[in-house]
């Protein structure tokens, strides 16, 4: 096996490790969803932003299905109670989300105590989970590129190079022609011709 294929195998199986690390440490750490609530309470305002998402919780006291909550503008309720025991933190129960759409000041009314949590916490927290689910991506990717070339490469020869010496090239000698001069003529000058006179 060629070694850019083994380099590629090695080098993609600890990109894979690592990532099962980062991945592993993120699902440990918790997020205290308490103090990090935008809001808190049974009635108020809270002011959102439109750059995130937000995550209603209600105390874990109560009953989810039987909590009525509120979050408008006046025209809208924004709230959407889905009541998933799976996204439960500790002290609260996941009561809903709201709708991409809710942002400025809102008014909210709840016949429970709830938080408001705006979703930007858990990948602040968590973010090893993401930045590790992305890397194992690569890391995979790089191991198949890699099965791939070292399969392609199995049993073909490696090639050899061979070095052929360049052949010299001769100058060509072109006949220097002179007008009706041909070697082993005599040549008589002027000056000859006037002493035989």
């Known amino acids: 096996m060629d070694s850019g294929p083994k380099y590629t195998l090695i080098g993609s199986g ?58 408008t503008d006046g025209t809208w309720d924004y709230f959407n109670q889905q009541c998933d025991q799976y996204m439960d933190e500790d002290g609260w129960k996941h ?6 759409e809710a942002s400025g ?10 938080i408001i949590v705006d979703d930007m916490v858990y990948l ?13 991506c690569l890391g995979v990717i790089g191991l198949i590129v ?12 490696v ?15 072109v006949p220097l022609t002179t007008t009706g001069y041909t070697p082993g003529d005599l040549i008589i000058t002027q000056q000859e011709e006037e002493r035989d006179v």
């Open 14 to 71: 600890v990109i894979v490790a690592i990532s099962v690390i980062l991945f592993v440490f993120g699902s440990t750490v918790d997020v205290d969803v308490e103090s990090e609530a935008v809001f808190k309470g049974t009635e108020g305002t809270v002011e959102l932003s439109d750059q995130t998402t937000y995550t209603v919780f209600v105390n874990a006291d109560s009953d989810c299905y039987d909590a009525e909550i509120v979050v």
């Open 95 to 100: 009561a809903g989300i709201l709708a991409d």
């Open 105 to 114: 000041t809102l008014e909210v009314t709840s016949n429970y105590e709830i």
């Open 124 to 136: 602040e927290s968590g973010g090893s989970i993401i930045v590790g689910a992305c890397i194992c």
């Open 146 to 157: 890699g099965a791939v070339w070292a399969n392609s490469s199995k049993g073909q020869p």
């Open 159 to 173: 090639p050899q190079m061979v070095i052929m010496p360049q052949q010299q090239q001769v100058p060509m000698q």
